[in-house]
């Protein structure tokens, strides 16, 4: 029987979109593609006699948020209003919203992680046993996918504002991926493009992958299979460090999708 297949879907979503634009739920929809066709995969594979064509189960963790009521209400809407897709949500305020964790998690096809602070977000995984979980889920086939730092998160680190606007080093991520991550790559409002670069330069984070607004990564195991973005002219990049403290960069030019 074959190995169920790892994937993970890292993206930064969609800080400002204009008229006629799209927004991240475009990013989130191809997750959910990515989890309809692993969560089919894995009932062949178990003889569940699960149909053909059932729901994907979604859970949404928005533990980066602090379990925000209007985060959750904005997936539920979105969830509601469309077909394919069953929508859980796992809070981790003040206590588990579900009686087991683990189990719960690994009965799904997507684990979908929000923004807001990484450093926060893994310090509560951490409290609730969750990156044993997660790398459980990861190896059964479950797609892992978030924005921002639900990007971050899978990754060994990258630059973060939890701390500060100026931008600090991150390293504490789960490390399912063995790089670092930078996310909003082109965000107008903080230096992260040059912080990013910088932090590979000198050694204080690995060699991985940068994302601009609206680009995602998608993973086979620990290999980057392509970026995707609904974005046109946006682009990921591959940036590595270099001899006497500089670093190389290759744009990775994206799938519209």
């Known amino acids: 029987m074959a190995s169920p297949l790892r994937q993970i879907f890292a993206f930064s979503g969609v800080l400002d979109s204009g008229p006629g634009e799209k927004d991240s739920f475009g990013l989130v929809e191809h997750a959910i593609a990515l989890a309809t066709q692993a969560g089919q995969g894995r009932a062949r594979r178990n003889r569940a006699g699960q149909e053909h064509g059932r729901p994907a189960q979604v859970c949404y963790v928005p533990t980066a948020v602090g379990d925000a009521q209007a985060a959750i209400d904005f997936y539920e809407d979105k969830f509601a209003a469309r077909d394919g897709a069953r ?3 796992l809070r981790l305020f003040t206590q588990p919203s579900v009686p087991d964790i683990a189990a719960h998690l690994l009965s799904q096809d997507l684990i979908l992680v929000e923004g807001g602070s990484v450093v926060n977000l893994m310090a509560v995984w951490r409290g609730h046993g969750l990156p044993r979980i997660l ?6 086939g479950v797609v892992l996918a978030g924005a921002s730092a639900g990007s971050l998160c899978w990754h060994v680190g990258g630059p973060t504002d939890s701390f500060s606007d100026r931008l600090d080093p991150f390293t504490g991520g789960l490390g399912l991926l063995p790089y670092s991550n930078g996310v909003h790559d082109d965000f107008p409002g903080q230096p992260r493009r040059q912080v990013y670069r910088a932090m590979v330069a000198q050694g204080v984070l690995p060699g991985g992958y940068a994302t601009e607004d609206g680009t995602g990564l998608h993973y086979l195991g620990t290999n980057l299979h392509e ?5 046109p002219g946006k682009r990921a990049w591959r940036v590595d460090p270099a001899p006497g403290g500089r670093c190389t960069e290759e744009p990775i030019e994206p799938r519209p999708i």
């Open 227 to 231: 970026a995707v973005s609904i974005r």
């Open 135 to 140: 790398r459980r889920c990861w190896a059964a």
């Open 87 to 89: 929508l859980s949500v």
